[in-house]
């Protein structure tokens, strides 16, 4: 409340001042046009009498400096101040223009009005211009400030008293709530019940029932989790298993070759698989909506991972192409190893799903407001009916090839979570295959270069 309070008296104080700048300004304007009303020509010559009604609007129980200055449209001044300054700019006839200046080393506020002749058609507009000190300005700004706060200050002891009485009464049902949930059982997600507690908690007692509810389903998932990781693991172990038997058996060298290098795949496979539970868990172990700590360049992180995956896609025969499109900068705000998860999962599944001799192309499109990651192939695809089901972990789609875990997707798309990214399969542009894209927003610094670029 003290906060609001600055806040609103900073805001007051300005307001105060502006309040007090129109007062002024129109009081000066009100001083010019008299003066400019007295202009008159006379043989001639411009009558330089300055009515004292003009002056007298500014008094007031502050001293304050007036000054006036009448010029010519020649430049040449017919009365008043040489040392107020005329604005800049041209000047419109009766169009006010106000500034601020100084004079003798004051700080001076003030108006300039051009007035046409009008006895007189052929002499030039001539400029009035009226200044005045600062001291009234800044006692009125003063005034209106101290009573704005005074009203401010009664209202907050007020509320204070009223926060105060009413934190003695309102705290009792909590105290009550907190009791009842420090004499639960550890381990327990029962609901609390409702029974004998105030309306006002219902929606805190609904919200921690509702937690242990999600909380209930989230262990649930990862039980289901460690049982599936179980079986995924236990199935190349026991595969490797058979494999080293048979090698121990065989005594044609061919054939302990042959069983070498099946055991070779089943440790690369199930090293692939450790790795990617292990990014599951450390991706899953991290808050949700933990700010991002730098800006990554996402074409860079791509032709790093290209670069990795080179190998892999050389020894299946398959081109593997790297695009560009649009203008903007590829910059994003997200942490440099969810970028590199997302592109390193999705150029991977690509590769091992895509056929020999197939083709694997990504692709990345920015815009100001978004930098987009594409990976096309045109291997097998996924029916549209599938497309959900596949960000299921373990989840192979008819049962899958051995090469496969079914991790990769569910990371891509709990990355893409944590970061505020989208994920969304299609249909490749040749109409086979599958068309994956991941959406991150633009860094604002990127976005304010495509604006400056543009402009």
Known sequence: ????????????????????????????????????????????????????????????????????????????????????????????PETPVYFDTLVRGAPVRAVAYLQPVLAEPAVRPVIVEIGQTMNGHAALTRRLWLHTMSQQLLLLALVAALVLFGLRQGLMPLLRLRDTVAAREPGSLQPLSFEAMPMELSPLVHAINEYARRLDQYMGAQRVFIQNAAHQLRTPLTLMTTQVSYALREDDGAGREESLAAIRDTVQQSTRLVNQLLTLSAVEAQDRGEPAEAEVAVDVVIRNVLEDLAGLAQAKDIDLGFEQAGTGETVVVAPRLAVREIAMNLVDNAIRYTQRGGIVTTRIEASAAAV?????????????SERERVFERFYRIDGGDSAG?????????????????????????????????????????AAEADVRSAV
């Open 372 to 384: 987009t990651l594409v990976v096309e192939d045109n291997g097998p695809g996924i029916a549209p």
């Open 405 to 445: 875990s079914g991790l990769g997707l569910p990371i891509v798309r709990e990355f893409a979570s944590r970061i505020g990214a989208s994920v969304e399969l299609g249909t490749s542009p040749s109409g086979q295959g599958l068309a994956v894209a991941v959406r991150f927003e633009a860094s604002p610094r």
């Open 1 to 92: 409340m003290l906060g609001a309070v600055a806040v609103d008296g900073w805001i007051s104080h300005r307001d105060a001042g502006n309040t007090a700048s129109v007062m002024q300004d129109r009081l000066l304007l009100g001083s010019a046009r008299i003066v400019a009303e007295q202009l008159h020509v006379e043989e001639g010559a411009f009558q330089d009498r300055v009515p004292p009604a003009a002056l007298e609007l500014f008094e007031s129980a502050e001293i304050d400096r007036v000054y006036y200055r009448v010029t010519t449209g020649a430049g040449q001044i017919v009365t008043g101040y040489p040392e107020l300054a005329l604005p800049g700019g041209p000047l419109q």
